[in-house]
């Protein structure tokens, strides 16, 4: 049988490929990352994306139901019997009308991918499902990661679902309580580690070493496999179109390497004819990407300054420097994809960018205003879209669509600091203070009588304006044709 599959080091000058029954967490030559790679030749591709479109007939199909597997063909390194699926990737791009007219995009151009309709709430599951595809097909029990929190909750919940015992290493005191609430209700044992992210990735890949767990953390080339799915879904939205920019906010950087590789893939096949641009947002508070991707540096054919990351990195430690920001998710120092991110943006010819978590609180409280609850990570793309518009990179006019990573319950402590003012965990600076909380919406507090009630709610003064002025209707819609 001709070999589809394999896996492959992402380094030129070493190139070393292995078996996809191999569970690897590196090059076992050089030591970088691994890309899962295609023989196209020796598979059935389909000739045109719309072909795709026939599997939602077929719904009743779980591999034809999930957003991820009806794209199979276009990561098929596994037999249809191993597939470890519960339904994920069932997530939609809303064309948010009234949030683009009020950031200052043209009507009709801004679009919201919604990845916090997946079961666990957040886009991982669409990498989850196929690294678990990949753990069943090496007869892996025990499965462990380290997390941010919503890696943990997709493994707690895959693991459950699916006959593996799930590992998650959390930093302490760092998680949002909706995604530990996950891992913990799900089953996984869970280790509070002292200690931030960077730690715990650190740690859950020597104990996977010593014990033989089966790690699943984003150096898991399989796991960006499953990711792919969400640049397919948008294309499917477009009636396969490309989009002029994909915006992403940007933590140990999987998810956007997943998407330049599922376009340089897409390109390749011939199944597009043209690759959006990409913007990669970090907070200001973990911007390892941003500074050095600021000052030059870049794929470079693969080619990469790796002295440059390691005197940052240096650098970093020698200042005590540890990343810090609300957007909890994207709370990184040492993104394990860089590299792989670097690609990325040179293969859709992209821009990193920073926000605070100032920006990132208000575009979130400016997305749930609008009608879309996201946790602060997701904001951070809007946020950088305001900024990119402001600078001029991406233009009123073009068609923009933001990946809004994770729900807006994972993380309600923030959103309730936000509309509250009780706040213990964000730094204030005085610039920030001024404009603090500019749609904050709090609570009233009022008597239990009914004078008093009716008093606070006030005549009928609503404005619709506040919410965009401007009601849309089933004909604003844009018409999707198939
Ligand atoms: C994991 C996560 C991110 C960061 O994605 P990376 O692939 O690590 O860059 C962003 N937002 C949310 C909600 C996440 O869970
Ligand atoms: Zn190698």
């Not at 990469?304 to 940052?312: K, N």
């Amino acid at each position: 049988m001709k070999t589809v599959a394999y896996q492959k080091c992402i380094n030129p000058r070493c190139g070393a490929t292995f078996d996809v029954g191999q569970t690897l967490t590196g090059c076992s030559q050089c030591g970088d990352l691994l890309d899962i790679d295609y023989n196209w030749s020796n598979t059935a591709v389909p000739k045109s994306l719309r072909e795709f479109q026939n599997r939602w007939q077929n719904r009743r199909f779980p591999l034809d139901f999930s957003g991820v597997w009806r794209f199979r063909d276009l990561l098929p390194f596994a037999a249809d019997a191993m597939i470890c699926t519960i339904g994920e990737g069932q997530t939609f791009l809303q064309n948010a009308v009234c949030l683009g007219n009020h950031i200052g995009m043209w009507p009709g151009q801004l679009w919201l991918q919604y990845e916090g309709m997946n079961p666990s709430g957040s886009f991982k599951d669409n990498g989850m499902t196929a690294a678990f595809t990949h753990a069943r097909l090496v007869g892996a029990r025990r499965v462990a990661c380290a997390s941010t929190g919503n890696t943990s909750a997709s493994l707690a919940l895959y693991a459950s679902s699916n006959g593996f015992q799930g590992i998650v290493f959390i930093g302490s005191g760092k998680i949002a309580f909706g995604k530990l609430s996950q891992a913990l209700d799900y089953g996984a044992r869970t280790l509070q580690i002292d200690g931030d992210f960077d730690t715990c990735l650190m740690r859950v890949r020597e104990v996977a070493k010593q014990l033989g767990l089966y790690l699943m953390n984003s150096v898991n080339p399989f796991r960006l496999e499953g990711q792919k799915s969400i640049m397919y879904r948008i294309l499917e939205s477009l009636s396969w179109e490309s989009p002029d920019w994909i915006i992403v906010p940007g933590g140990n950087l999987g998810n956007c390497s997943a998407f330049g590789k599922a376009f340089s893939e897409l390109k390749t096949l011939g199944l597009i004819k043209r690759i959006p641009r990409l913007a990669v947002i970090n907070a200001e508070g973990a911007n390892t990407l941003h500074q050095l991707y600021t000052a030059g540096l870049r794929w470079n054919a693969g080619v990469i300054d790796d002295a440059r990351i390691g005197a940052y990195y240096a650098e970093m430690d020698g200042k005590g420097i540890h990343p810090y920001t609300v957007a909890s998710a994207i709370e990184i120092g040492r993104p394990v994809n860089l590299k792989k991110a670097l690609r990325a943006l040179d293969v859709m010819d992209g821009v990193t960018c920073e926000v605070t978590d100032h920006e990132i609180l208000e575009a979130k409280a400016l997305i749930g205003r609008f009608g879309l609850g996201c946790e602060p990570a997701s904001a951070a793309t809007i946020a950088g879209l305001q900024r990119l518009l402001k600078s001029q990179i991406i233009s009123r006019s073009e068609r923009v669509a933001c990946v809004l990573t994770g729900h807006g319950l994972k993380d309600p402590d923030a959103t309730v600091y936000y509309h509250t003012g009780i706040n213990t965990k964000l730094a204030r600076t005085p610039a920030a203070e001024e404009t603090w909380g500019l749609r904050a919406n709090k609570p009233l507090r009022v008597a239990d009588d009914l004078a008093a009630i009716v008093a606070a709610i006030g005549a009928d003064d609503f404005d619709s304006a506040a919410v965009g002025g401007y009601v849309p209707t089933a004909a604003d819609l844009p018409f999707v044709e198939y």
